[in-house]
Each structure stands twice: as C-alpha cells, then as structure tokens.
C-alpha cells in the first residue's frame, strides 16, 4: 500500500464520484478504479459500493476513511518537518575546530562565506579532536578542523598544512641569549607539555619525539591548553615545545630559541561527512586550496 493510494481513496470517499475525483487527482477514471480496487484486495475487504447511479462508503470504508486522513496528515507533516530541517540546515553552518584554526583559517574563510552567504547562521564549537568526529558523526556540527584525520572511512579528508613545533624558553633562562640551542640541551631540563586528553596528537608527536630523540626531560606541568603552555614559560616554569602558530602570541617574557636539529611538524586537517551537500562547505574548500597547498585522501 502506497500513500497514492490513500489519496485516491479520500478523494472517492470526499466526493462520492469517480468522474469528479479522477479529475480531482488529475488522472483519468479507469486508472482511478484500478486503484481503489488495488486498495480493497490488499486490505481484504470491500470499501466503497458502486451503482449506476452513486458510490457509498461501506462501514468498512467509513472506518478505513477516518485513519486513511490520518496516515496523510502524519506523512504531510513528516514531509514539511523534514523540508524545515533541511532549510534549518541550508541557512546554517556548525564548524567544529582546534584553537589553531581560528588563526590560521578562519581569517580566511570567514570574510568569504559572510560575503556569499550573508544570511547564514554559523555555529562554533571549540572541541578536542575526539569530541568534534564524533559530534560530525552525530550531525551535530558539519566541518571538523582536527590535528589529525579521523581513520574510520566515514569522512572525507583534507590535509590544509603541516607546521613545525617551536621552542619557547623562559627569557630568564641562561640560553636565552644563545643563537640556537641543540636538543642535546633538553635532557634534565624542565618541561611544560600539553595534556594528552587535551591535545592528543600535540601530547603524542612531541612523547614520540623525546623516546626518538632519546631525550630525558623532567615533566613538571601538563597543560589543558596551549595558551596554559605560554603563560607557564612566562612564569619561568620550563621549557615548552608549542606550535608554531603560538609565536606571534607570546609576550617579553618568552624567547623563541631556534634549534639546531629539526623539531617535528603537526598537521591541520579538515573533515566533513561523504554525504554532505553544503555550499558553504564546498566554498570553504575552495578558498582553502587556494592559499594552502592542501591533499585529499
């Protein structure tokens, strides 16, 4: 049974004549009959009785009329509930990301979506890696800007840059006047990292870097944020290895202290479900590739 079969059926019962409801539903009579009788086979009884000169509902028909408008108002309201939601989604756009991209993309993307969609509502959420895959998942916020990409295959991938990790020391420190300082120099000296539920994929790159490195440092604060990692090497706490989009937020107080080896990179990545239909999200990508080099996988 199909809704057009419903509709068929009330507009006989309404109008209690073929001619007039074939032309109701614009289709022809014989259809129309073909229909109703489609409609009692599979209900196993007989809903409307059929003369020559009129068609009366059945008490079968009179009670299948009263849920047949019901089963069309439910279905109606589905279809207008689902037409708001995706007018609710078109005119709105839920960007979840990490601290660096609102320094180093938003400036970007920002002017350009306002300035094609000025109607658009945009919804920020200041999320950790984790938190924002599962919040796209559940729908709940339409672009992610990660540190690393989400494996599970569910989302497409998009690397917009790779940055180096910078050393931050104390200005009171005796190396703050050295040019550049070897990593040999970490070993023993006091450490100020980044939490690993906090930022994962910050926590496990400089982890992996010391045990490569085979750097013994003493961890004496983990921090919840970045700008906690900042304000502790001000205070003269430790060392800390931060990103590089850190430096121009740094105060008189800290020295950025060039390396002789390379520090390690970390990534930004921007993710968005496979299905996803959104303008704006096309726009974003776009203006992306154009000022990063940026690769898909």
Known sequence: ????????????????????????????????????????????????????????????????????????????????????????????????????????????????????FPEIKIDFHSLTDSAQFSALRKGEIDIAFTRYPDESGEFENVQIFQEPLALIIPKTSTFADQRTVSIKEFNHQDFVISDEDASPQLHKIIQDFFKQSKLNVNVVQKSTNILLNVNLVGMGVGWSLVPAYVIPLLGDKIVVKN?????????????????QKNEAIALILKILKEQFYMEMF
Do not use: W
């Not at 930004?268 to 496979?274: F, H, I, V």
């Open 1 to 116: 049974m199909e809704l057009r079969h419903l509709r068929y059926f009330v507009a006989v019962a309404e109008e209690l004549n073929f001619t007039k409801a074939a032309h109701r539903m614009c289709t022809v009579q014989p259809s129309l009959s073909q229909q109703i009788k489609d409609l009692e086979h599979e209900v196993g009884v007989q809903l409307l009785i059929r003369t020559n000169r009129k068609v009366e509902l059945t008490e079968e028909g009179k009670a299948f009329l009263k849920e047949a408008l019901l089963s069309l108002e439910h279905a109606e309201k589905a279809i207008y509930d689902a037409r708001q939601i995706a007018n609710i989604n078109k005119d709105q756009l839920k960007i979840g990301f990490v601290p660096v991209a609102e320094m180093k993309v938003f400036p970007y993307i920002m002017p350009n979506i306002r300035a094609h």
């Open 259 to 275: 390396t002789i080896e390379p520090l390690p990179m970390i990534g930004l990545y921007a993710s968005y479900r496979k299905d």
